[in-house]
Antibody, heavy 122, light 110 residues
Framework: EVQLLESGGGLVQSGGSLRLSCAAS????????MTWVRQAPGKGLEWVSC????????FYADSVKGRFTISRDNSKNTLYLQMNGLRGEDTAVYYC???????????????WGQGCLVTVSS | QTVVTQEPSFSVSPGGTVTLTCGLSSGSVSTSYSPSWYQQTPGQAPRTLIY???TRSSGVPDRFSGSILANKAALTITGAQADDESDYYCVLYMGSGIWVFGGGTKLTVL
C-alpha cells in the first residue's frame, strides 16, 4: 500500500526557515516524480514544486522560486522541501503527492499525503 | 500568465448528471495538458478521481468520468449522490515542469 507521510510543519516567524519531509513507502520511490502542493486556509490548491525520480530535474512555482528548494534522498525514500525566507502568504497545509511516472510531466497524482500545517507569523 | 478556469460553484439534484469544466484563460485544453481531477471535502486531503484526461484512479466509481469537451477538460458525474458534495479541482501541465491548479468548483447536491 502506498503511503506518504509529511512531517516538519509548525509555527515559524516571518523570514524564518523550515524543512518539510515526506516519508514514502509501498512503492519504488526512485521511479516516481514527486510534487509539493499547498493550500492556504480557506483557499484552493496551489502547486508548489516538483522533482523527477532521479532528482535531476526540479521546478518551482513563481511564488516560491528562489526561496524554496525541493530535494529527495532515494536511499531514505524521503522527499524534502526546504523553505527559507518564509512569508505570511506561505501559511498553508502542505501536501506531498506522487506522479504516475519518473518524469515531472507524468500525470499527477494518484496518491497524496495527509498534509502538514505551516504557519508563518508576522 | 495563463489562468486555469473552473466554475466557482455548481448545483446538481440527487441522481442527476453534472459536468464540471477546466479551461484556460487563453487557448484550448487538450490531452497534452494531462488534466487531472481531485475531490476534496473540508479538513481532508484531496482524493484523485481522474488523471491523464480520462483514467479513473483506483477505487473511483465509474459514475465519475473525464474527457475533453469544447476545448476544455471536463469531469462528468452521473447519478450524483449526497456525498459527492465537495470541492473539485483540476490541474493542467503547462510545460517546462510547471503545473497549475484551477480555482476549484464547489458542488452542491440538493
Amino acid at each position: 500500500e502506498v503511503q506518504l507521510l509529511e512531517s516538519g510543519g509548525g509555527l515559524v516567524q516571518s523570514g524564518g526557515s523550515l524543512r518539510l519531509s515526506c516519508a514514502a513507502s509501498g512503492f519504488r520511490f526512485s521511479s516516481y516524480g514527486m510534487t509539493w502542493v499547498r493550500q492556504a486556509p480557506g483557499k484552493g490548491l496551489e502547486w508548489v514544486s516538483c522533482i523527477s525520480g532521479s532528482g535531476g530535474s526540479t521546478f518551482y512555482a513563481d511564488s516560491v522560486k528562489g526561496r524554496f528548494t525541493i530535494s529527495r534522498d532515494n536511499s531514505k525514500n524521503t522527499l524534502y522541501l526546504q523553505m527559507n525566507g518564509l512569508r505570511g502568504e506561505d501559511t498553508a497545509v502542505y501536501y506531498c503527492a506522487m506522479h504516475e511516472g519518473q518524469y515531472t510531466h507524468s500525470p499527477m497524482a494518484q496518491h497524496w499525503g495527509q498534509g502538514c500545517l505551516v504557519t508563518v507569523s508576522s | 500568465q495563463t489562468v486555469v478556469t473552473q466554475e466557482p460553484s455548481f448545483s446538481v439534484s440527487p441522481g442527476g448528471t453534472v459536468t464540471l469544466t477546466c479551461g484556460l484563460s487563453s487557448g484550448s485544453v487538450s490531452t497534452s495538458y494531462s488534466p487531472s481531477w481531485y475531490q476534496q471535502t473540508p479538513g481532508q486531503a484531496p482524493r484523485t478521481l481522474i488523471y491523464s484526461t480520462n483514467t479513473r484512479s483506483s477505487g473511483v466509481p465509474d459514475r465519475f468520468s473525464g474527457s475533453i469537451l469544447a476545448n476544455k477538460a471536463a469531469l462528468t458525474i452521473t447519478g450524483a449522490q449526497a456525498d459527492d458534495e465537495s470541492d473539485y479541482y483540476c490541474v493542467l501541465y503547462m510545460g517546462s515542469g510547471i503545473w497549475v491548479f484551477g480555482g476549484g468548483t464547489k458542488l452542491t447536491v440538493l
